[in-house]
């Protein structure tokens, strides 16, 4: 069984959120941003991503953690 309390593992595939990756598209209407906004945040390394080939990849847990230390 996962232990989704185990921050040092991340958990792909399936649809809890605990482990869902997000294309741009996705994190962009989670976000509620224009996706060219999203795509040029992430490539200044100013929103958490990962580049995999020519699309960027965002993890949820990762983005709600960054919106709250980016309101505060």
Known sequence: MADYNDSSRI???GEDRFG???TSV???EYLKMHVKTVC???KEGK???KKVGSEWRFLRPVLDR???ESMV
Do not use: C, F, K, S
């Open 40 to 42: 040029r945040l992430a």
């Open 66 to 68: 960054w919106l709250t």
């Open 47 to 49: 929103i958490p991503a």
């Open 20 to 22: 869902q990756v997000m």
């Open 26 to 28: 996705e994190a962009a």
């Open 11 to 13: 958990y792909i595939g």
